[in-house]
């Protein structure tokens, strides 16, 4: 009974509903191929007519059910559309916007889980049928197959290799194909049925139409139920519906599946095209097989048949071709064509080397080429293969410590009695090289390269063969040797890892590791790794295989630092100076460091159109995106001498809200994270600093240092060869290098003068003057500590102030050592009162009470006075004016003397020892009292 409440939801959700379409529906059917274990791909085919509106991009539920579980349904996908009408190419259908009968296939599939079980049942309902003349098309399309996986786990469904919706001509004799191939070897048995309009009820026909007539009581057809051939001569115009069985029978006689197809007949009135012969098409020149009928042969086992068909067609003009499923059953076959019309094909194929007896259905689709509609007819061969004695493929047992054994697992079939014998090489010893024999399934171990013959009790009805042969090739024995640049790596270094196979020959090579890491190449007998993650121990495996397919297995462990190798120079002056007393050497790391980009995707389907985009005032880096996957790095490295700073850029592109990325250092510590990235192209973040370290996590070692220390200097105090080795903490990443440092004796040969003169007033101009040699590459001339001259001569300073002075001249010889001589200066200020003509001692109120020099800059400084008759009466002296030296008119007994004129003479000295002239030192002097 039909399930109202279904109707009532349709017909109010029609335009919503997934099973929901518009009545163009014109056939499909249900088909499944077993992947793994309890998993089968199931594939939906469908054909619709271009005549109305066909919604490509809609979804369909493939509907599960059995005795076993609940039923459930499961999303299809779409993956493929094609056109399928049978027109000529010039032809427009309504599916390119023509007039003719336009049809679509459109196919969908699904990945089901199909756990043991008797009665599965895969489905598609889909309301409305195509409008046609045998049914009302206001029923639905229901289309099923079934699998019994609990006798079948592994069981494929059969392979329909007709063409999908025929357009066939009144009162024209017709064949459709409805044959199939079966992959497992199942046994087939085809049928009318009716098609369906839900699970349990068919559709319902219009009066003098039923399921085993479906085109009408007057017209007749039949259909083979061993080869799915089809025949009826159509008497009325019209579109029809019908429906075949396929039914799937194990080696048993086990049901274990059927497929229905519901498809679509058009039959065409008024035609003036004529399909091909349906008579034409005998077997003829059989080559390789037993002919049973025109259509019919059987053959054996690994045999090479070849066959001839004929094809013709009442209008000469038509030129006919052929196409055919026999590649899809036998690989390699072919087939040759010679004429148009008629036209002859030699098929060409081998049998398969093993299976069961098996029957292969080829489908050859003949077609004119007519317009608008082309004319076809099926042709169906069947192909019986019959069992042959099969011993199974070649085998290679190999030597000791090998993937594979030194025995041979032989397996021979079709018969019930196998008994083996030798045709070349080691003899058979029961239970020594041959565990049993006679038997089907021995164990064979020989010491050298053994061909056997098993020949079984096999009835040999068809002459198929009762023997077969299978050689075991003992494969001898092989070396190999393993090697890597180096089993102690820093972080960042590449490691070349080797292998070498011996004897010498075409060995292959497989490469993997235990952490991941990124092969450079995984089929050759080097590959070379890089590690980035510290302090980790990494096992590269290698599987080593044979020309003749031996493989053994070993591995390289490579332990890495937890610091990236260094890269050290010393950066020193490397001359010592016998005026100096060392130098220091200083250990500069100059590794480039890098940084690690991080890019997430929080949907796992890429940045979709989202970027990430990094510069430098002078470099540009590029630009960064995501294409599928939910994360993803990039390591940037940056030279310690980029211009800083280096700027990222984001733009969001489509999906801004599930983008985020970080940076990190080489150390793998975040310098940065962005879980909410701004608009198109704006600045997100600068880097400033350079993100690596120089020294850190370093150890150095310098000659003649007696302890591995963290110290990165060195005093050198002698010539010589110094050599400093840098390491990480764990002896790992080393560097080493070397500086020659020199002793020079340099002597110092510069000698420094001035002009200066202490009697000069103030301002006083100074020269001074290099008295040694011009032997040196550079001078320096500093007053105190300001550089005034660089050149070998020396410099004129004006001084206008007194004080302490120094002069130090610098000079520095090719080897850059220094030479140094300094003169220290003082400067004085000479001044005195000018002397009078006259005094009057005694008088407390004249300042002019006595005689002699006052002032400033004096030394050694000596008064005379001389009577008229030139008799001294008076004279002192005093070194350094620290005492007065006046006289006050007394003469040196310290008695006053007479009014009158006396003569003086005067002595100095400045400070430098230097006379002091001066006219004025000497004249007359009036006493008055």
Not at 804 to 817: G, I, K, P, R
Not at 847 to 854: A, E, I, T
Request: net charge negative; glycine share 6%.
């Amino acid at each position: 009974m039909k399930l109202y409440a279904k109707l009532l939801i349709l017909a109010v959700c029609l335009c919503f509903s997934k099973h929901a379409f518009s009545s163009h529906l014109t056939g499909g059917n249900i088909s499944y191929e077993h992947i793994e274990n309890d998993t089968f791909l199931v594939t939906f085919t469908m054909l619709f007519d271009c005549g109305g509106t066909v919604d490509e991009d809609n979804t369909y539920d493939l509907d599960i059910n059995s005795s076993c579980s609940n039923p459930i349904s499961i999303e299809m996908d779409l993956v493929s559309i094609e056109d399928v009408s049978q027109t000529c190419d010039s032809s427009l259908t309504t599916c390119n916007n023509g007039s003719e009968l336009g049809i679509k296939k459109i196919t969908h599939t699904a990945t089901v889980y199909l756990p043991p079980c008797a009665d599965w049942e895969l489905s598609v309902d889909i309301a409305f049928r195509n409008s046609v003349d045998n049914i009302n098309s206001s029923q639905d399309f229901y289309i099923y197959t079934t699998l019994n996986s609990l006798i079948a786990p592994q069981n494929n469904s059969p392979e329909i290799a007709s063409f999908e919706v025929p357009s066939v001509c009144i009162g024209q004799p017709t064949n459709l194909d409805f044959s199939s191939f079966d992959q497992d070897g199942d046994s087939l048995v085809y049928s009318l049925t009716c098609p369906l309009d839900d699970p349990s009820e068919s559709v319902t026909f219009f009066s003098g139409f039923n399921c085993q007539n479906p085109l009408g009581a007057a017209q007749p057809i039949t259909l083979d139920s061993t080869t799915g051939v089809l025949n009826f001569t159509p008497a009325t115009a019209g579109t029809f519906v019908l429906a075949v069985k396929i039914e799937e029978y194990d080696e048993n006689g086990a049901l274990i599946g059927e497929i229905i197809k519901d498809l679509e007949i058009h039959v065409v009135g008024g035609c003036t095209n004529s399909a091909p012969d349906i008579t034409a098409g005998a077997i003829q020149n059989l080559n390789g097989a037993q002919l049973i009928d025109s259509t019919k042969i059987n053959t054996c086992l690994n045999n090479n048949v070849s066959f001839d068909l004929q094809f013709n067609d009442i209008n000469p003009t038509d030129i006919l071709y052929i196409e055919s499923n026999i590649t899809d059953l036998f690989p390699g076959a072919t087939l040759n064509t010679t004429g148009t019309n008629p036209i002859t094909v030699q098929v060409n194929f081998q049998t398969p080397v093993e299976l069961f007896d098996q029957v292969y259905n080829i489908l050859i689709q003949v077609k004119d080429g007519a317009c608008p509609i082309e004319g076809i007819q099926s042709f169906a061969y069947q192909v019986f293969v019959a069992s042959s004695t099969y011993a199974g493929p070649d085998q290679i047992t190999c030597g000791p410590n090998t993937e594979q054994s030194s025995q041979a697992q032989l397996s021979a079939v079709n018969g019930t009695t196998f008994t083996w014998n030798v045709i070349s090489g080691d003899p058979i010893v029961v239970g020594q090289n041959f565990s049993c024999n006679p038997c089907s399934n021995p164990i064979a171990s020989p010491d050298n390269t053994t061909t056997y013959e098993v020949v079984s009790d096999l009835n040999a009805s068809l002459s198929c063969p009762n023997k077969d042969t299978v050689t075991v090739t003992r494969v001898a024995d092989f070396s190999y040797t393993t090697s890597s640049s180096s089993n102690l790596v820093c972080l960042g270094e590449e490691v070349q890892v080797n292998a070498q196979g011996s004897p010498a020959g075409n060995y292959t090579f497989n490469w993997s590791t235990n952490n991941g890491m990124f092969l450079s190449a995984n089929d050759q007998p080097n590959t070379t790794l890089s590690y980035e993650t510290p302090s980790i121990s990494d096992s590269v495996f290698l599987a080593i295989t044979s020309p003749l397919g031996c493989t053994k297995n070993t591995f390289e462990v490579i332990n890495t630092s937890n610091v990236f190798q260094p890269n050290v120079i010393i950066n020193t002056d490397s001359v010592i100076c016998s005026t100096e007393q060392s130098t220091t050497l200083q250990a500069i790391n100059a590794q480039e460091c890098y940084i690690i980009l991080n890019m997430f995707d929080s949907f796992g389907d890429g940045w979709n159109g989202c970027s990430l985009e990094i510069n430098s005032a002078t470099t540009s880096y590029g630009t960064f995106t995501i294409n599928s996957g939910d994360f993803a790095s990039d390591t940037i490295y940056i030279s310690s001498s980029l211009e800083l700073p280096l700027e990222f850029y984001f733009d969001p592109g489509s999906f801004v809200t599930e983008t985020a990325f970080s940076v990190l250092d080489q150390d793998g510590n975040t310098l940065y994270i962005d879980n909410t990235l701004p608009g198109v192209y704006e600045l997100v973040w600068s880097l400033n600093t350079l993100p690596c370290s120089n020294q850190d996590g370093y150890m150095f070692y310098w000659q003649n240092d007696n302890s591995l220390g963290q110290s990165d200097s060195f005093e050198a105090q002698a010539g010589g060869t110094y050599t400093l080795v840098a390491s990480d903490s764990a002896s790992i990443c080393f560097d080493t290098t070397t500086v020659d440092v020199n002793l020079i004796n340099s002597s110092n040969q510069l000698d420094i003068t001035s002009d200066y003169n202490a009697s000069s007033e103030l301002p006083v101009s100074v020269q001074f003057t290099n008295n040694g040699p011009d032997v040196y590459q550079q001078y320096s001339w500093m007053l105190n500590n300001n550089e005034i001259a660089t050149s070998y001569i020396g410099p004129s300073s004006t001084f206008s102030d007194t004080g302490q002075f120094s002069m130090v001249l610098t000079a520095y010889d090719e080897n850059n050592c220094i030479s140094q001589d300094s003169l220290s200066l003082t400067i004085y200020d000479l001044f005195y009162q000018p002397l009078g003509n006259a005094f009057s001692p005694g008088d407390e109120n004249d300042f002019n009470n006595s005689f002699g020099l006052s002032g400033t800059g004096f030394y050694n400084y000596t008064l005379n006075i001389y009577s008229r008759w030139g008799r001294e009466v008076f004279s002192c002296n005093v070194a350094d004016f620290t005492k007065p030296c006046l006289w006050e008119g007394k003469n040196k007994q310290g008695n006053t003397l007479q009014e009158g004129v006396y003569y003086y003479v005067i002595e100095a000295e400045d400070i430098l020892g230097q006379p002091i002239t001066d006219e004025s030192f000497k004249g007359t002097i009036t006493l008055f009292r």
